[in-house]
């Protein structure tokens, strides 16, 4: 890359959607004056009789939560999407709508309302994967269901109610808009040259050695170089699969280390429980041969400047295509040099 574009604007393009972003590196010097966030509570006890995700407590939609030991799942009490909703569609000039159906479902990492995923066993994050697997297959598998994303929101900043450690699923009948970006590029690459473009991808970035932050035999995490968010990750794995229920018993267990690992050096960054939107993209499960996807899972953490600034979406943002201030080499390096145990177990 030239040297300039360290600290000049540039724009980068995202293979996977085709979209450009619009790196301004020289902005970090500007002042903040703006808007700041309240630090995420990180003392928070191992059972709360007011959770209502904590095992044995009742839910806002008046289920009782078994006393789970384990990772556990249920149909969301307030669904986005509803299983039984008929097919309709309306047409009038210019104005288009149809009906979605789908089903919702909430993903409790673990009984303990204190531990996030940085701060579980790398064993207890095994079993939330292998949660993730079922219900992908199980979900993925009911007539009408074509698309199965699985998801977390971490931290109030981004919107989470609760901050006992857990995750979502929503299943449904149409591809949501940002896979079908994908899918066309993805196929692209493929019959093009016979490779995933992110297997073609992998090879590159580890050659490069710039932007990879993890790696084990399995998987290697890194900031994609055309990255959005200011610390946005991504964890690949390096043999091509379609999905999550296809990997084999060592993947899986290096799938959690790397998880755990990759989540620890956000902590790490700002000490506080980092939040963040991380997403698992995969194929879909509407019956096709889907030979040219490769399944990832990404990370969009707001956080910028500090435990309590964030990066806004907004202006330029909304009205024209996204934009970063730090280079993505720059959040990698930030990010490499952070130590590998968690910062509460730090002197």
Known sequence: MPTNFNDSPHRRLNILTGEWILVSPHRTKRPWQGKTEKSTVTDLPAYDPSCYLCPTNGRMGGGINPDYQKPFSF???????????????????????????????????????????????????????????????????????????????????MGCSNPHPHGQIWA?????????????????????????????????????????????EHFVALIPYWAVWPYETMILPKRKIA????????EKQAYAEILKQLTVKYDNIFNTSFPYSAGIHQAPTDGQEHPEWHFHMSFYPPLLRSATVKKFMVGYEMFANPQRDITAEQAAETMKSLSDLHYSLLD
């Open 75 to 157: 149909i969301n009490d307030f669904s986005a999407l509803l299983p039984d909703v008929k097919e309709e569609s309306y047409e009038n000039g210019l104005l288009y709508a149809e009906s979605e159906s789908g089903i919702c479902k909430v993903v409790c990492f673990s009984p303990d309302h204190s531990k996030t995923l940085p701060l579980m066993n790398v064993s207890d994050i095994v079993d939330v994967i292998s949660l993730w697997q079922k219900e992908y297959m199980e979900l993925g598998s009911k007539e009408g269901i074509n698309h199965v994303q699985i998801f977390e929101n971490k931290g109030s900043i």
């Open 172 to 216: 449904q009948n149409k591809i949501p808009q940002e896979v079908h970006k994908k899918i066309g590029n993805l196929k692209a690459h493929w019959e093009k040259h016979g490779r995933s473009i992110l297997e073609d991808y992998i090879e590159q970035e580890l050659k490069l050695d710039e932007r990879i932050l993890l790696e084990n």
């Open 243 to 250: 999905n999550i229920a296809l990997l084999t018993e060592d």
